[in-house]
């Protein structure tokens, strides 16, 4: 079942737009990249890249190997969907596994050394805040030789890449993930909100993301159904990161499975059925989740009369930019 809103992150030739190779100085392909979504709008939102990360050769050693650099304007926030790496930032060393989400934020020195091949799946915003970021990018992409010319990257937004500042390698104490403030997983979330059939698991703020978007997951129970509004104002990412859950959007009935994403237009009316436990994150961030979810548990705990009047919620919703007219079991 395809349909041109669904992406198998694990089948590249229908996913990946483009792919590109980053190598060592000696040639050695140590990742592979896919480009799923390209950025949009003047914060380079919806960004998504996912990328096969090789595991260092054997008798690397990682502390000395960890690529150390920063970004002076963009977010990161990585799905690691498989294998076992080290996480090098600030002052921190840990070891991150298969289910860790890590969120890397603007000027925090960071590395990585990969122990096993990870999948690395990655959302950024503000990567390149220069306007001509993406048009120099554009360039590259149609006449890659030109990467060398130093009077292009005169015109690049930070000089000698995109937002990418090499550092020096990271001085740190070994700490368990749970201990690491970039280390985020589901069964630790910054706050959790408990709904009939769901719940909503707040996992990056949006004080972390300089106000651009925030991380929620919505844990379905099968039978977890929810339909937006006729025409939501949002542009919608979805990651299916486990289970079943069959979508509707425009016309197009399909179901997404472990690791797909749902890009879903601007105004697409549309709405989603749980067929079995599921975890889906909103990749794309734009509604305010953690407000919403937060003021609508303390009206229902605190004043219950006024939760239960008419156009309390609706007008929460408003508030808050949440563009779900319902959500419920399946009857
Ligand atoms: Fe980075």
């Not at 089948?11 to 060592?24: I, L, P, T």
């Not at 306007?131 to 590259?140: E, F, M, R, T």
């Not at 009047?309 to 408003?318: D, H, N, S, Y």
Request: aromatic share 10%.
């Amino acid at each position: 079942m395809t349909s041109e809103f669904l992406k198998d992150l694990n089948d590249h030739e229908h996913s990946w737009q483009s792919v590109s190779y980053s190598r060592k100085p000696d040639g050695t392909v140590m990742a592979e990249v896919g480009s799923v979504i390209s950025p949009e709008g003047p914060r380079q939102m919806f960004w998504m890249l996912d990328s096969v990360m090789y595991a260092m050769p054997e008798g690397t050693d990682p502390d000395a190997n960890h690529m150390p650099h920063e970004h002076r304007y963009g977010y990161e926030t990585f799905f690691v969907d498989s294998g076992k790496m080290w996480l090098y930032i600030d002052g921190m060393k840990c070891l991150v596994e298969k289910g860790d989400i890590l969120h890397l934020q603007a000027t925090q020195i960071h590395g990585m050394a990969f122990i096993e091949d990870v999948k690395y799946r990655g959302t950024y915003h503000d990567l390149a805040t220069d306007p001509d970021g993406p048009a120099i990018a554009n360039v590259l992409a149609h006449m890659p030789e030109l990467k060398d010319d130093p009077e292009l990257m005169k015109m690049m937004p930070v000089k000698g890449g995109l937002d990418h500042i090499n550092r020096e390698r990271l001085l740190f104490r070994e700490v368990p993930a749970e201990q690491c403030p970039a280390v985020r997983n589901p069964k630790r979330p910054l706050a959790e909100f408990r709904l009939e059939g769901v719940t909503m698991k707040i996992l990056t703020q949006r004080w972390e993301n300089a106000g651009a978007n925030e991380l929620c997951c919505a844990e379905m129970q099968p039978g977890f159904t929810a339909e937006w509004v006729k025409y939501p104002k949002n542009r919608e990412l979805l990651y299916v990161r486990k289970g079943r859950v069959k979508f509707r959007v425009f016309k197009d009935e399909f179901i997404a499975h472990d690791e797909c994403i749902v890009a879903i237009p601007k105004f697409a009316p549309h709405s989603l059925e749980a067929l079995t436990e599921a975890e889906v994150y909103d990749l794309g961030g734009l509604t305010f989740w953690y407000s919403f979810l937060h003021d609508y548990m303390s009206i229902k705990t605190y004043d219950p009369e006024r939760f239960a009047a008419p156009g309390t919620i609706q007008a929460l919703k408003e508030k808050f930019n949440c563009q779900i007219k319902s959500i419920g079991m399946k009857r």
